[in-house]
């Protein structure tokens, strides 16, 4: 079917208004077919009136993990060390059922697709391993929802102690021996399931659903599996998604672990560092790491609101600018953000950037962090003409009401569109030339019965989370030591705001069952 906005401005960021005189778009086969003025009413098009509203690429989530969807609020804020062992302990009490994979992606489209989020790079983790019918879910979610996605099988390979410096000295003999154990799923498993998700969910839906690869981290596989997934990558032109310098304890094992090179300079030594590689968080970046990404053409996905809740630390967003290295912008997670909003994510970047340089004049600009959130995505998910509204490109689209409030009245469309905006303007979204949201809400699924049956599931699985926690108590005075022992440690350089020294000792409460000395 073909569809035309009529009197429509489009988002234009080179312009000095941010956007067009009113347009027509027509759209066909999933594409922007043609942009102009009184554009033909083809027979049987569907005509969509913009009333002068503005027509703009719809956002790209552009890191994500869908598996914790269901559990937002659940956790304070913690390190990230601290709070993965709540996040996703590989316990069989959590082993969810096909459904309960379908439904928490689902809430996740849910709230992606209502405020205005049409794509989304889904880093899925797996607990406590990942089975060919829980990804076949997870896809099935994102055919079903009408999202444009890309999903990866984020999933360790080598032991907890491993991963992490300090912590095999700390632990008592039975809990070293626990955590000595490898991942439940070894590495021709995973490359098995990479075969499946590749044969199976690769280009479905008319090329909505598409795949990537996922090492989780550097650290967290052997170097021959994260040779066998840059194979994949490069076979299938795959972005390969990989969380580096996220923490301060990260920078440390670098040092601790790996003769002094961080993450970012171990991987581009492997020769795995690429213009296919998302560089996740990349906060405790030194210049020679950012050179190196700037080589390789990587791409950095920042978290802003993530790094904020989990207390990681500030990206140096102004020297990737001026390295020209692409950024995109993520939630990371719904237990990490507590929201799957990008507007929220946008708002964040463009504030907590200004108050790391005395220099107003490098603060982030609005302009720079709505590219990050459109064709930055794009880029990220290797379609380069995602995000962006031109002849040929995708037609995944939002019509915002320049009526509303957050508009009212227009003095700068992007500051507004980056610091008024939450979502709620959005009038229609669209996905590969599909209306997905319109004024009574979503099209292609009945939202109440979906929330209303995930509440009743998750509800029953509310002591099975609480048994978790318990079980990962044991291991909490150890975390704390070793996340001590890391913040001790002077690295060279300093990502968090400094104030007064850390307490210690003063106990950490992680939810009604569990308070640890």
Request: charged share 25%; hydrophobic share 40%; net charge negative.
């Given at each position: ?5 009529r009197?429509v401005?489009?988002l ?28 033909g009413?083809?027979?049987?098009a ?20 869908s ?10 804020s ?5 709070f ?46 990942p ?26 390979e ?10 095999r ?29 590749i ?12 795949a ?37 304890l990260?920078?440390v ?6 003769n ?26 030194d ?20 790094n ?46 200004c ?18 959130a ?26 915002i009401d320049l ?23 959005v ?40 048994e ?14 070793m ?6 440690q ?11 020294q850390p ?6 409460a ?8």
């Amino acid at each position: 079917m073909t569809t035309i906005f009529r009197n429509v401005r489009l988002l234009d960021l080179d312009r000095p208004e941010g956007m067009t005189p009113p347009r027509d778009v027509s759209i066909a086969d999933g594409r922007i077919a043609a942009i102009g003025e009184g554009l033909g009413n083809p027979d049987g098009a569907r005509v969509i009136e913009g009333n002068a509203n503005l027509l703009m690429p719809g956002l790209i989530n552009g890191h994500f993990h869908s598996a914790v969807n269901h559990m937002k609020g659940r956790l304070p804020s913690l390190p990230l060390e601290v709070f993965m062992l709540y996040e996703c302990p590989e316990l069989d009490v959590l082993r969810p059922t096909p459904r309960e994979a379908y439904l928490r992606t689902m809430l996740g489209c849910i709230e992606m697709l209502k405020c205005g989020t049409t794509s989304v790079q889904d880093d899925c983790f797996f607990v406590p391993r990942p089975e060919p019918e829980i990804v076949d879910a997870v896809a099935q979610a994102y055919v079903d929802s009408g999202m444009r996605v890309r999903l990866a099988l984020d999933q360790p390979e080598v032991s907890e102690l491993e991963k992490l410096p300090y912590l095999r000295d700390l632990l008592p003999t039975d809990l070293r021996r626990e955590l000595g154990q490898p991942s439940p799923t070894s590495r021709n498993e995973l490359l098995g399931l990479y075969d499946h998700l590749i044969s199976r969910w690769h280009g479905a839906a008319g090329g909505r659903i598409k795949a990537a690869v996922s090492c989780s981290a550097p650290q967290r596989v052997s170097p021959e599996y994260l040779g066998a997934l840059d194979q994949l990558s490069r076979d299938h032109d795959l972005p390969f998604y990989a969380h580096m310098l996220e923490t301060k304890l990260q920078r440390v094992f670098g040092r601790e672990h790996l003769n002094g090179r961080s993450l970012v300079q171990y991987t581009a030594d492997l020769g795995m560092l690429s213009e296919r590689m998302n560089v996740i968080h990349a906060i405790w970046v030194d210049d020679t790491d950012l050179d190196l990404l700037a080589e390789s053409g990587a791409t950095v996905a920042h978290n802003p609101v993530s790094n904020l809740r989990l207390g990681s630390g500030v990206m140096r967003w102004r020297a990737m600018q001026d390295r020209n290295i692409p950024i995109c912008l993520g939630v990371d997670e719904a237990i990490a953000d507590d929201a799957v909003n990008m507007w929220s994510v946008m708002k964040t970047a463009a504030l907590i950037h200004c108050i790391t340089d005395w220099d107003y004049e490098l603060w982030p600009n609005p302009r720079e962090i709505l590219r990050a959130a459109t064709t930055g995505g794009g880029h990220a998910m290797r379609e380069p003409r995602l995000g962006r509204i031109e002849i040929g490109a995708p037609a995944d689209l939002n019509l915002i009401d320049l009526g509303a409030i957050a508009y009212v009245p227009l003095n700068d469309l992007p500051r507004q569109l980056v610091h008024c905006e939450y979502g709620t303007s959005v009038l229609q979204t669209m996905v590969a030339g599909d209306v997905i949201r319109d004024g009574k809400g979503l099209t292609r699924v009945n939202e109440n019965a979906l929330l209303a049956e995930a509440s009743a599931l998750f509800e029953r699985r509310l002591q099975d989370m609480d048994e978790a926690d318990q079980r990962m108590a044991r291991y909490l005075p150890y975390y704390r030591k070793m996340y001590d022992l890391a913040c001790q440690q002077d690295v060279g350089m300093e990502r968090r705001i400094p104030q007064a020294q850390p307490q210690k000792n003063r106990g950490l409460a992680l939810c009604p069952l569990i308070n640890a000395e």
